[in-house]
C-alpha cells in the first residue's frame, strides 16, 4: 500500500505558513495542481485582509503553474505566497527546469497556447524569474509596489 502523502489520488497536505508572512505548497506536477494554488493564494490573500486582489492573484497563479507544469521537469512544483509589502502579495512557482519563460509579443503568431505571460504582465505591477543552481523560481507581485 502506498502511503498517503505519495497516492496521487489524495488531496495534497493543507497549506499551511512556512514562516511570517508566507504561504507555501509543495504540488505535483499536474493540472490538477492549479486548483490547490488558487485555494492557498485565496486563503493567503484573506488571512492579510488583501481580499481585493483576489480575482486577479487566482489567474496569475493558475498562470504560472500550467507554466511550471508544461516545462518543469521533476514530478513536483511548490508555489509560494509572500507578502513583500503590506500591500504587495508575491506569487511564486518553483520548478527544477531552468528555462526562462518568455513573453510572447508576435502578433502573427497563430498560436492558441503559450500567451498566459501576457496575461501575467498585465494583471501584475511586476514579474520575473530567479535562477538557481538547479531550477528556477517565476514570481508576479500584485498591489501597489515601490518604485
Known sequence: MTPPAEDPTTEPAASRPTGHPAYSQTLPRESRSAAVARRLVRTALAVRGLEPLTEDATLVITELVSNAVDH?????????????????????????????????????????RGRGLLLVDALTERW?????????????ELGEVAA
Open 128 to 140: 520575473g524569474t530567479d535562477l538557481y543552481r538547479w531550477g528556477k523560481q517565476v514570481w508576479a
Open 72 to 112: 518543469g521537469r521533476l514530478p513536483s512544483i511548490r508555489v509560494i505566497v509572500s507578502r513583500p509589502s503590506t500591500n504587495v502579495i508575491r506569487l511564486g512557482v518553483v520548478d527544477r527546469s531552468k528555462t526562462v519563460p518568455t513573453l510572447r509579443t508576435d502578433p502573427t503568431d497563430d498560436q492558441t
